[in-house]
């Protein structure tokens, strides 16, 4: 589908294009190898949106008279799940997008709802880019905010010694999402920066502020990317540290047990040789002074430990 952009929408066919209008259009794959020599796109940059390979980075080329490049998407909602692949031509009055991968149908729908801010009457090439880029950031902020919270609840649990036996799973998770965003934003940020440049000299040179704003943008959103993985570095190392005192409590506490049953030990050992001569065989009271004795231990070595704090 292209649409002619004056003082409004208007759906045009391939046929009706005029390369003096701004032109936008919507395209499948197999479209675009119908039509890409009516723009004089190269056939490389086809077989580029044709190639199925999953990739994490998308890629930004530069060509005599338009740039081509991949964007890979994330759906923050499902992430891994699911994704889109985009391929975007820009030349002089025309931004072509070719829906390479969209198993929600979404493209086309974020588009439109993009168009619905602008006004036609001041309508550009680059607030037409500028509409379509700043929509693949929509609740971003949201995203980033709800995994901060999952972190810090992860702190709070630690903290309080409620630690979960899938910590470590949903700790790696948090951060396998951290990294994907990281690699999401390292893609716009090039993006943004070759369209900033201007170097085949399409764009207004006033209007450039847009690509600028896109940049900064994502280079917010990466920061803060990256601030969070620090953040789930810092937790999942008080999560070990928290796990070492756990088990170094345990040992202590049998060490301590193992120190108090220790002379009982010895006194069992003691008496339980039964040699003839040994005075406390024949005493009556023997028996219930090995009682009190054992007794007299334990309690000394209970008041020794809890005064060195180690009970």
Not at 240 to 246: E, I, R, S, W
């Amino acid at each position: 589908m292209f649409y002619q952009l004056q003082d409004r929408l208007c759906p045009i066919t391939i046929e009706e294009y005029n390369p003096s209008i701004l032109t936008l259009g919507i395209i499948s794959l197999k479209e675009l190898a119908e039509c890409y020599t009516v723009f004089g796109f190269s056939q490389t940059t086809v077989m580029e949106c044709q190639d199925i390979t999953r990739k994490l980075h998308g890629i930004m080329g530069i060509y005599d008279e338009y740039h081509f490049g991949i964007i890979t998407a994330i759906d923050t909602k499902y992430f891994i799940h699911l994704e889109d692949r985009i391929g975007i031509y820009i030349k002089e009055n025309l931004f072509l997008i070719v829906i390479i991968k969209d198993q929600d149908n979404s493209i086309h729908m974020d588009l439109l709802e993009s168009l619905k801010q602008i006004n036609f009457t001041k309508i550009s090439l680059e607030r037409l880019i500028y509409g379509f880029l700043e929509r693949l950031l929509l609740n971003n902020y949201t995203m980033l905010e709800e995994l901060e919270d999952s972190i810090s609840e992860f702190e709070d649990n630690i903290d309080d010694n409620k630690l979960s036996k899938d910590f470590y799973h949903e700790i790696t998770s948090v951060r396998k999402r951290l990294l994907l965003l990281d690699n999401y934003y390292e893609q716009l940020v090039l993006i943004g920066e070759e369209l900033k440049d201007n170097s085949i000299g399409i764009f207004n040179e006033e209007r450039l502020r847009y690509f600028k704003l896109f940049n900064d943008r994502v280079l917010r959103l990466s920061n803060n990317v990256r601030k969070l993985d620090d953040y789930s570095i810092h937790v999942r190392d008080a999560y070990h540290a928290q796990m070492d005192y756990n088990l170094n409590s345990i040992m202590k506490l049998f060490t301590v047990i193992t120190t108090i049953f220790l002379p009982l030990t010895l006194i069992v050992g003691w008496y339980g040789m039964n040699f003839t001569n040994m005075p406390e065989l024949g005493w009556k009271m023997g028996y219930p002074f090995v009682i009190i004795l054992s007794i007299l231990v334990v309690i000394i070595n209970i008041l020794f430990f809890k005064r060195k704090k180690f009970l």
